[in-house]
Structure formats: C-alpha cells, structure tokens
C-alpha cells in the first residue's frame, strides 16, 4: 500500500500524511497514562502500520515513563532495515520514579534536552533520531534560548536529523527561530480544538517549519463508536476520564459534531475517523497527523484518511456542523493554498 507524503518543511525529510503514535503504547501506572496495555498487541499495530505504508513512528520519553519508546525500539528492530520507519521522539519531561503517578515537571535546559536524547537513545537501542523535539515549554518560564540551543547542537552533532517542539506558542517558535531555524511544529489539532489553525499553522508555512498535528480525533471522541458507556468504561488511570471534552456538558456538544460527520462518511466510504484527520490535512501549512492505534484494527480505522480529498461542499457542511453544534473552539475552515 502506498501513502502519499509531504516534505517536513526544509529538514528534508519525506513523511506519510499519517503516522503511528504510540502514547497508548506506554499503557497504564504513570499519571498520563490510557490504562493497561499489551505490549503484543502494539507490537502488531505496529507492524500493520508499515506493512500499510505508514513511514514514522511518533514516541515520547514521557509515554510510559519511557516504555513506549523500549517497544517502539523492538519493533522497528524487528524489522529489516529497508522497511523501518523513521523515528520521533520528545523530552523535557521529567518524573518521579519514586512516584510514577505524579505529574511529570517540564523542565526545559541545555541539560535536560542533552540528557533526554541520551536517555531516549538507550531506550530505543539506535544511534540517532529523525527528528527529536521538546515536547512542553518550561513550567517556570525560564528561558528557552539555552535549551534550543542545545537541540540545535544536537541536529549538527547528527545524534537529530531534525529537530522540533510541541505545545509551544508564537513567542517561543519566534525565539526559537532566531537561534536556528525550527524544522517542526507538533501542536493538538482537530475538529473540536482547532486553535492552531488561527496563527501557529500559518505561521510555520511562512517559515518553511513542518506541522505535524496531533489528536486529530481528539484522543477517540471523533470516531464511530465513542459515546458516554466508553467513558464510563475507562480504567480508573486513563486521563481522559477527568478531561473536559470527555464530560458534560463538553462531551454531548462533541459527539454532535461527531454525528454530523457520519453522512459524509458515507458520501465518501470512509470511516468517520478518516474524515477527521482528512479534515486536519486539508489545512494549508499542515504536513501529516499523528493518530494513536492499540491494535491492528484501530489502524484500519485510519489508515483510510489519505485517500479521502473533501470537496468544498464537505468542509461548508462541516463548518456549519461546527457552528450548530458549539463544539470547541477556533476556525472551522481550513486555510487553502
């Protein structure tokens, strides 16, 4: 099966529109965590993925307080060389391993970047990452010169092919480019939290950064079955069971919005999921969309999405599905080229 991919803005890396994100495959026992999680069966998730086409694997030093990244390490080994995706991978997080269910601090130095490449590194047994990021800004505000800085370092050094951040606002992609230039963009994008698309994915088409978005279906909400008895259902660990968008009066709003894609589905015999995603790579300025599986069959979910070009009429009807319904917040039609 073949994917398209989009340049990552100048890092001259070539990635699918889709890849595998594994914070689910960190399973369950850290404050962030989805709940228990098979490492079997994300092993075969991911290989579904590439054997579909998928090219990147997203992973952080965070997810699983560093599990996720030990099984993405063993199934990109398993794999023979030609066939294996590239790797991304994020720091400054940093927890407690006397208490793994208190919330990581993020603490964002030349120190941490240069101890978290290392430490992700040994987890996933490799020499090298394609692209390494800081996954949150610093928790004091403590400048973050130094610290990108460092990524910049790591880029020249080879240990990063690109390097990147998430979560990060205007004024820090401002600071950070003026050091050294910012290969990618990860912020959370998708049909209820569309705040990126109003100045941060614009601005990353301006600099030739990459936009790789993440929770384009909003951590499960914007899929076919979701509903309140799979909230209720959640372990007692998932995150998600205290987010807001998983609880009312959010969550009936939500699944509004989730309806409303269910008759273009059809019009385009793709799954409601895939409208999601293709909605998030409809946007000028966005490269690829990470989207998580637990399972092979949770891949097949998805992997649809790059096939599916809405037309005019289907973005009008979703915009005004937006409008009717109230969900989340930001621009509901995607900028063009």
């Not at 399973?27 to 079997?40: E, M």
């Not at 599990?67 to 790797?87: F, I, S, T, W, Y």
């Not at 799954?271 to 966005?286: C, D, K, M, P, R």
């Not at 599916?308 to 080229?337: C, F, H, M, W, Y």
Request: proline share 5%; glycine share 10%; hydrophobic share 45%.
């Amino acid at each position: 099966m073949s994917l398209p991919r989009r340049p990552l803005g100048g890092s001259g890396l070539e990635i699918t529109t889709v890849g595998f994100g594994s914070w689910a495959v960190g399973g369950g026992g850290w404050a962030f965590g989805w709940g228990p999680q098979d490492d079997d069966a994300s092993l075969d998730a991911i290989q579904h993925a590439v054997d579909l086409g998928v090219n990147w694997i997203d992973t952080a030093a965070i997810y699983g307080l560093g599990h996720a990244e030990e099984v993405v390490g063993r199934a990109v080994r398993a794999l023979p060389a030609a066939d294996r995706p590239l790797v991304f991978t994020k720091c400054g997080l940093v927890w407690d391993e006397a208490d793994r269910l208190k919330a990581a601090r993020r603490i964002v130095t030349a120190k941490s970047v240069r101890d978290g490449i290392e430490a992700s590194l040994r987890r996933l047994r490799m020499d090298y990452v394609d692209l390494f990021q800081i996954h949150w800004p610093d928790e004091k505000g403590d400048p973050v010169e130094e610290a990108w800085a460092e990524m910049v370092k790591l880029r020249d050094e080879g240990k990063a092919l690109a390097v990147g951040v998430s979560n990060f606002d205007l004024d820090l992609l401002e600071r950070c480019e003026a050091i050294g230039h910012v290969d990618s963009l990860q912020p959370p994008f998708s049909l209820i939290n569309r705040r990126a698309g109003r100045e941060l994915i614009p601005w990353a088409h301006q600099h030739g950064t990459g936009v790789i978005v993440y929770s384009p279906m909003e951590s499960g909400i914007l899929t076919e079955s979701f509903g309140p008895e799979r909230v209720a259902a959640m372990d007692a660990g998932d995150w998600r069971r205290a987010a807001g968008a998983f609880n009312e009066p959010e969550l009936g709003r939500n699944l509004s919005l989730r309806d409303a894609l269910r008759p273009i589905a059809r019009r385009h015999d793709a799954s409601v999921s895939a409208i999601a995603i293709a909605w998030a790579l409809a946007w000028h300025g966005v490269t690829a969309a990470i989207v998580g599986a637990r399972s092979p069959k949770q891949v097949d979910g998805w992997i649809g999405a790059p096939d599916v070009s809405l037309t005019e009429a289907d973005l009008a009807d979703i915009a005004s599905a937006v409008e009717q319904t109230g969900a989340g917040k930001g621009p509901a039609v995607p900028r063009r080229a």
